[in-house]
């Protein structure tokens, strides 16, 4: 029998994930138990597994009126907890406060500014969250060509401009950007943080792709290696731990192409006139980067790793002239 205040205790526990501290004996007694026979102890772990819980230490060890915690067995959790979502304040120019300038400067101020920082645009702002439109090349176009000739920035404002929160999904921005040309980022207290342009988007896009295309290119340069060498029985044979039903090199993984390799019976096949070590080093290197670029950090990988990918991918290209 367990008594309902120790089943409340579980509730709680498993609801909102809250520890308990109590003693052995307190234990024993919420089973209606004196002390912690073989019975007793199997039923209690019985009950403990089926609810998912745990003490620690152990209840069966140690003095019967020492302190223990009872706690729901630790949880699987991701490794570093990311958002799901790329966002537009992961772009560095969401996080750089735009040049602006005020309703009463001057044109030439503004066009000074735009040749000066290579812009297209300037945010027309009074103070951090006041913003009032912008000034552009295509505004000051088209008010001189509709016989504006002044020498006030006021008189070529445009206020249609678009400001995104702080934490629009990316792919969200990027139809509004690639629309408008250029968006402001503002966080919930209305201040702008930055200002993204289509250039903005396009350099996140090769950030994130360039390491697959680099990838792609080295497993298709490998398989060419590959193609034609090994009988289709043997390739089972070599990776017996592959998931897949092998019928073609493109079925083996990426760990697949170093184990078979790393057999110098197996590399003699390929006749290469280039140092094995050297060349499973430097493959088994390209395999963690690919692992991490399967993980899709929006930071995208180190500089390191992406010249890693260029010169395998440089290198075996310039082996397949010769081969």
């Given at each position: ?247 073609f090199i493109d079925d083996l993984s990426f760990g697949d192409y170093i184990f078979i390799l790393s057999n110098p019976q197996n590399w003699d096949k390929l006749n290469l006139k280039i140092e ?23 930071e995208g990988i180190t500089s390191e790793q992406r010249n890693d990918l260029y010169k395998m991918a440089k290198f075996l290209m310039e082996l397949k002239k010769y081969n």
């Amino acid at each position: 029998m367990i008594k309902d205040e120790f089943l409340e205790i579980v509730n709680e526990i498993k609801e909102n994930d809250k520890e308990f501290q109590i003693t052995p004996r307190e234990l024993l007694n919420y089973f209606c138990c004196e002390k912690r026979t073989s019975g007793n102890v199997w039923f209690i772990n019985r009950f403990l597994d089926e609810n998912q819980l745990e003490t620690e230490p152990n209840y069966v060890n140690g003095w019967i009126d020492g302190t223990i915690i009872l706690k729901h067995k630790k949880k699987a959790t991701t490794k570093n907890g990311i958002d799901p979502i790329q966002r537009i304040k992961l772009l560095p120019s969401s996080n750089n406060e735009p040049i602006s300038i005020t309703r009463e400067a001057k044109l030439k101020e503004a066009i000074t500014l735009m040749m000066l920082n290579n812009y297209s645009q300037l945010p027309v702002m009074n103070g951090v969250r006041n913003v009032i439109g912008y000034v552009s090349w295509d505004t000051i176009g088209c008010a001189l060509s509709n016989g504006i000739n002044s020498e006030d920035v006021k008189e070529y404002i445009k206020t249609d401009i678009t400001i995104l929160n702080y934490d629009t999904p990316i792919l969200e921005a990027i139809s509004v950007v690639i629309d408008k040309e250029f968006v402001l980022v503002s966080k919930n207290d209305k201040t702008i943080t930055g200002i993204v342009t289509i250039a903005d988007i396009s350099n996140q896009f090769l950030l994130v792709t360039e390491p697959f295309l680099l990838l792609e290119q080295i497993e298709n340069h490998i398989r060419q290696l590959l193609d034609k060498k090994f009988l289709i029985e043997e390739l089972k044979t070599f990776c017996k731990n592959n998931e897949k039903d092998i019928e073609f090199i493109d079925d083996l993984s990426f760990g697949d192409y170093i184990f078979i390799l790393s057999n110098p019976q197996n590399w003699d096949k390929l006749n290469l006139k280039i140092e094995r070590s050297y060349f499973i080093k430097h493959l088994d290197k390209i395999r963690a980067i690919r692992n991490d670029v399967m993980h899709f950090d929006p930071e995208g990988i180190t500089s390191e790793q992406r010249n890693d990918l260029y010169k395998m991918a440089k290198f075996l290209m310039e082996l397949k002239k010769y081969n």
